[in-house]
């Protein structure tokens, strides 16, 4: 079985050389990329055409018209060539079994949720410029990254022993039927921060898709970088989140399928 694997970007070549670097040293080596830029801007295409030697990957662009992430990523919903689809950030440095965590976790009716390991600036560095291929646990102890405990690989744990799974948009598995099932990701949603994520997990629980957790499974290193402030924004979300639950749809209208 291959896997599709999904990488929301927009405009950080650096960081996204760093993630692909990851992606080329994947234990599990069957699958395919699909870079879903929410935006036109050419500065990726050098980079992926050197990536492209290694693995099949597609590139998908879209005009630069505003946070129109959720529009991409259905896009690539429809582009993937396999069942079983990964959705990963641009700024998110991967295991090296984070894909065979995935292939062997994702089936129909589960989604897959993952954690992340927030790096700090100096072990973020390392990362970007080669000299660490995965960052050493004392290393970030002492360069004081958080979520530090994210790293521990243990791929035998049994799903009794996890805390209820949350889902983050980074770190998420699928099985290509329940999202066309959900009508992908709602397209309403054109601020970043919060909704994305937050909205397809609550209409996927509504459908009686089930939450799986791959922690300490499907490991991956947050790469840092500044954040706007986006309170007001993510206030709107907020917002038209719950106009979305009262509305209690788990189908959403603007989705893969308009």
């Given at each position: 079985?291959?896997?599709s ?9 650096l ?5 692909l ?19 036109d801007?050419?500065?990726f ?15 998908l ?17 429809r582009?993937a ?18 894909l ?12 897959c949720?993952g ?38 690989y ?28 959900l009508n ?24 009686g ?6 922690r ?10 500044t ?5 007001e ?20 209208e ?5």
């Amino acid at each position: 079985m291959s896997v599709s694997l999904v990488i929301s970007v927009y405009n950080d070549v650096l960081s996204l050389a760093a993630v692909l670097r990851s992606v080329k040293a994947q234990s599990f080596q069957k699958f395919e990329v699909i870079i879903a830029q929410d935006g036109d801007d050419t500065c990726f295409d050098a980079l992926i055409n050197t990536y492209n030697a290694f693995f099949p990957i597609q590139h998908l662009k879209q005009a630069d018209e505003g946070f129109l992430k959720n529009r991409i990523l259905n896009e690539a919903i429809r582009r993937a060539n396999y069942d079983k689809m990964v959705f990963i950030d641009g700024d998110c440095f991967l295991h090296p079994h984070f894909l065979k965590a995935y292939n062997q976790s994702i089936l129909k009716g589960k989604i897959c949720m993952g954690r992340r390991i927030d790096l700090d600036p100096k072990t973020t560095a390392l990362v970007k410029d080669g000299t660490a291929t995965r960052p050493p646990f004392i290393t970030m102890i002492k360069n004081g990254t958080t979520r530090v405990e994210e790293v521990v690989y243990l791929p035998w744990l049994s799903q009794r022993f996890h805390s209820r799974p949350k889902l983050i948009g980074c770190n998420m598995g699928w099985h290509k039927e329940d999202m066309f099932a959900l009508n992908g990701f709602d397209e309403d949603y054109t601020n970043p921060g919060y909704g994305e994520d937050s909205d397809i997990e609550w209409r996927a629980k509504k459908a009686g898709i089930e939450a799986y957790s791959v922690r300490y499974n499907a490991i991956q290193f947050h790469l840092d970088h500044t954040r706007p402030n986006r309170e007001e924004k993510v206030s709107n979300s907020r917002a038209l989140f719950e106009q979305k639950k009262a509305a209690g749809l788990s189908f959403c209208e603007r989705g893969v399928v308009r």
